[in-house]
């Protein structure tokens, strides 16, 4: 059963950084994917970025592209978000996810962490 804890969100202005963490333990081979979504008030779950442990594979939804960054530390099995240049409309509870397809539907992701809170100011 592969646990994730998601930190590292909070209140931030329009134009600012925030770099989200997710601490992944239990981890499995069959869990090779880790993604983040995000959801806001009234809406859908929303696809942010997903990337492999593997090889490092990565793609990024259209409305972050440019601006967040995903990455991962092995070692640590850790995965990232960098988000720059942050605007009002990014404002959602972010969740780490893992899961063995390499997928954009939350349906692909087998696990998922509790959730961090990101909120811009504008």
């Known amino acids: 059963q592969v646990h994730l804890v998601e930190s590292g969100g909070g209140l931030v202005q329009a134009g600012g950084s925030l770099r989200l963490s997710c601490a992944a333990s239990g981890r499995t081979s069959s869990n090779n994917v880790m993604g983040w979504f995000r959801r806001a008030p009234g809406k859908e779950s929303e696809f942010v970025a997903r990337?492999?442990?593997?090889?490092?594979?990565?793609s990024y939804a259209d409305s972050v592209k440019g601006r967040f960054t995903i990455s991962r530390d092995n070692a640590k099995n850790t995965v990232y978000l960098q988000m720059n240049s942050l605007k009002p409309e990014d404002t959602a509870v972010y969740y780490c996810a893992t899961g063995p397809r390499f997928g954009v539907l939350p349906g692909d992701f087998r696990s998922w962490g509790q959730g961090t809170q990101v909120t811009v100011s504008s």
């Open positions: 990337i492999t442990w593997s090889g490092g594979a990565i």
